[in-house]
């Protein structure tokens, strides 16, 4: 497509042969929208981020198309902004986080024929409905857009294969995440099943030797032996009481749900645990809307959940740190339902040292402690996860080393709550 100014009536222009381009997935703004179209000098930098990954000769080749093409950099602005993620004030960092979410947010790229109105009124009317502001350098690449031109007419290579790439680089990413999903559900099964079998042939002869600590204890009354009999007797109880979280873990009661206004009930968990946390001038706020949200749901088990993700995160924290805990109501509207599903997301963030990917493969795990061995039974997550997926729900984690960790429960909101 040629894109310039017409000499004659100084007005933008475009090229009558009307050639099919690619127009970027609709961006909502203000109400309405918007159709932005993608350059074909894009096109050909994004194959090369997708096909060569994030070095640093296609990251800088992309940087470059982020510049010259207004509509691409405006579209992905906006994008960023909406998801929450900050920061992204030059082309270099805009490029960088693009690149890197590429595949998941320009699976809605198409071909289609040019609409009758200039890629420049189109952006100029996007930008209005924006109402917000833009980086310097974004701002000047708009306002200087209708002197650009493109004096590529036809389509190029990269940019009649983007579509078809974005959609394969999905599917290879969507069948790896679904595979990671059930690899990981199917590994916590076992578990499971393990500990149902060995927390049962434990508990017999564990009983018996508390049993007899304990007969042995009301008769001694050497000061000695009543200490080291007291000794026996509690670590026997330890190992109890190990069992009957495992247990718990591999065959947890079932959930017995009833309306329950989750919003009240987290703010009674923060208040448990705010003297707990102030010992450590650690702050936990709560974040987002505070309005009552009621869902379906076993209460004292999903107040289990959320208060063994907070003290995970206060266990994980040094001493200053903050934790922030948000709810909101979600729609998302899928291939196999007519109507959105509305779930319920419940959001625990932390500012600590975050999850390397070796832990992280391990996070859900019966009795594995990032902190190491001696702190903690290490069974909090793996009961979280258990009562949420009970819940039909899902608990996802996003975190970086040195970059703190969030931890996002998902539950479905029934037709009956």
Known sequence: MRFGRNAAEGVPYRNDAKTPMLWLPALSLGGGSWRLP?????????????????????????????????????????????AAVRELYTAAALAGWLA????????GLQTEEPSDETPHSLLLRAADA????????????????????????????????????????????????????????????????????????????IAVIAGRAQLFLRSERDPERRRELAVMNAQAMRVYE???????????????????DVSARVDRVIDELRSRAADRRIEIVREGPVE??????????L??????????????????????????????????REQPHDWLEIAVEDDGPGISPE????????????????????LGLSKCWRIVTNHGGSIDVESEPGRGAKFVIRLPITAAS
């Open 359 to 378: 832990i992280r493969r391990h996070l859900f795990d019966p009795f594995y402690s990032g902190r190491g061995a001696g702190r903690g039974l290490g």
């Open 242 to 260: 190990m069992i009957s979280d495992m247990m718990l873990f591999a065959r947890p009661p079932e959930p017995k749900p009833a309306a329950c």
């Open 38 to 82: 993608l350059a074909p000098h894009s096109s050909a930098a994004l194959v090369n981020v997708l096909a060569l990954g994030r070095n640093e000769q296609a990251l800088a080749s992309f940087t470059s198309a982020i510049e010259r093409d207004p509509g691409l950099a405006f579209w992905a602005f906006c994008r960023a902004s909406l």
């Open 130 to 205: 924006w109402q917000a502001p833009l980086p310097d350098w974004l701002q000047n690449a708009i306002d200087a857009s209708s002197e650009q031109d493109d004096d590529q007419a036809e389509s190029s290579l990269a940019e009649q294969a983007l579509p078809a790439l974005i959609r394969q680089f999905a599917r290879s990413k969507r069948l790896e995440t679904a595979f990671n999903e059930q690899l990981e559900t199917e590994k916590l099964e076992a578990m499971a099943e393990f500990a149902a079998g060995a927390g049962h042939e434990i508990n017999n002869p």
């Open 303 to 336: 107040m289990a959940a959320v208060r063994a993700l907070l003290e995970n995160s206060l266990e994980a924290l040094p001493e200053g740190g903050r934790i922030a805990i948000s709810l909101q109501r979600v729609s998302e509207q899928t291939a196999d």
């Open 292 to 301: 009552p949200l009621a869902i379906q749901a076993d209460e004292v088990q």
């Open 100 to 107: 890197e979410s590429a595949v998941d947010l320009l699976d």
